[in-house]
T-cell receptor, first 113, second 116 residues
């Protein structure tokens, strides 16, 4: 079945450091790919998405590129802020008509001033 | 900005009791979902609901679970006889479009269910 694998956390960075959170997936065809973010005490919020190969999703300085050849959707940000501290979830929906999201295990990011 | 709301934020119950978790999806959305996250584990899909019936469910969603849209605004998840392993954060979500792929699901803040 479909699956999403994320790098283990927590990831601890200093403010203004470069961020990469790795995400790879297993799915047939061309799934849609998402990054969701969960701030402390809140629900999941969509951060960005990409629906076809080579698409780049971007939002709030975060970017991720849909790489079909490596089945990856790594999240990057050039300069993190303390306010980016949260848990980040990579997720997919298949291209078969099913709507359920399959999530990765989540990566906690801690940004220190 | 419209948002998905959930009540209660925290529910404590005894094993074997029935619980109902409530959600108010965004008003013009057509699809509704329940997910759960056991502490320290992945967010897992439970069920999706469209046009007053279940459109998709996972193997987790067994006969102990049921969903209902009792009126035009609420969407509920009922667990008939709770077990210790049902302790988790339960998230409701809704989405607007009818086609699959690339459609944003809007999540509520979750209900933390603790079964004693």
């Amino acid at each position: 079945g479909d699956s999403v694998t994320q790098m283990e956390g927590p990831v601890t960075l200093s403010e203004e450091a470069f961020l990469t959170i790795n995400c790879t997936y297993t799915a047939t065809g061309y799934p849609s790919l998402f990054w969701y973010v969960q701030y402390p005490g809140e629900g999941l919020q969509l951060l960005l998405k990409a629906t076809k190969a080579d698409d780049k999703g971007s939002n709030k300085g975060f970017e991720a590129t849909y790489r079909k050849e490596t089945t990856s959707f790594h999240l990057e940000k050039g300069s993190v802020q303390v306010s980016d501290s949260a848990v980040y979830f990579c997720a997919l929906t298949p291209d078969t008509g099913r709507r359920a999201l399959t999530f990765g295990s989540g990566t906690r990011l801690q940004v220190q001033p | 900005e419209p948002e998905v709301t959930q009540t209660p934020s925290h529910q404590v119950t005894q094993m074997g009791q029935e619980v109902i978790l409530r959600c108010v999806p965004i008003s013009n959305h057509l699809y509704f979902y329940w997910y759960r996250q056991i502490l320290g584990q992945k967010v897992e899909f439970l069920v999706s609901f469209y046009n007053n019936e279940i459109s998709e469910k996972s193997e987790i969603f067994d006969d102990q679970f049921s969903v209902e849209r009792p009126d035009g605004s609420n969407f509920t998840l009922k667990i008939r006889s709770t077990k210790l392993e049902d302790s988790a954060m339960y998230f409701c979500a809704s989405s607007e479009l009818g086609s699959s792929g690339g459609n944003e699901q809007f999540f509520g803040p979750g209900t933390r269910l603790t079964v004693l």
